[in-house]
């Protein structure tokens, strides 16, 4: 199947947007913005499901994706030699958009000749650069691949935990860059990414999602904090719409990473919170990394010319755990 008859298929689930009409070659009119019922995220979360497609059993999810051809051709994508970190420093001071900071106990002159840490970090939330793992939420009583959700207990994770991924990510990182796109410096906190955005993205640059990619989607969340200070980013974010899920998935990319949470606040989903995560994660297997920064990446990539990466990262192997801190690493 093709793309156009792809995003038009997507008809009930997707009859509200703005997509519909750019599935059929139509300007989409920007002020529409995509809102759906829960019935029609529902059968999104049919279309979009790879419940069973690499086995009963599976964990893994998208990252089945990444095949070895896939690596190899992320490796070949280093050229210059320059390397970028997506994470941000870790942040013990409070705020608003950082409610439990990050502690560092300094124990000095331990045994008379070490100096010694103990970390305390609350890492999942708005504040960290982080990895989620397909344990991380569940809708409606399941995991991804139909796993109960009753298989995460106050003990940790028995499935789908951050150990799973002890052979990290390496594949060709691709980034979407939204308000370049937009010829903003930042998005908006009401801004919605939608599938036609996307579309007009793939146009512009000439670069086009392929299986096995990590995409990276900027909005600009860190520039705009820079700009004008920490806001309650939990209740007023710019994010990708449910029909930018769908066209990931029909492009088969394998990882995602943003700025922010993936998901547009307040949601555009009647009764469900973090639509975006609960597509991504439980729908699709599709493991994330939130909370990156995006913007050193993107002042490289404007420099070179640039979309495309080589990227990697390595979760740290926490057996039971839904996710840990992680720093991305893009290499131009």
Known sequence: MDRRSYMKGMGAALASYAVASAAKGETAVESSREHLTKAQFDQLFKQVSNWGRWGKEDQLGTLNLITPACRREAAA???EGVCVSLARDLNAEKSVDNPDPFRDVMNLDVDG???MDTYTVNF???????FDALSHTYYEGRLYNGYPDTDITSSGAKVLDAAKYYE????????IDIP???GLPYLPTDALITAHELDQWEEKTGVHILSGDAVLVRTGRWAFREAKGPWDIANASAGLAPSAMAWLHQRDAAFLVSDCAHDALPAPVEGVDFPIHVLAIVAMGMPLA???DLEDVGREARKLNRQTFLLTLAPERIKGGTGSLV???ATF
């Open 77 to 79: 994508l280093v050229r």
């Open 168 to 175: 990290g990510i390496f594949a060709r990182g691709v980034l």
């Open 327 to 329: 720093n991305p690493i």
């Open 113 to 115: 000749k070490f100096n």
């Open 180 to 182: 370049w796109l937009r």
């Open 124 to 130: 999942h939330g708005f504040a960290f650069s982080h």
């Open 290 to 292: 939130d909370q990156c």
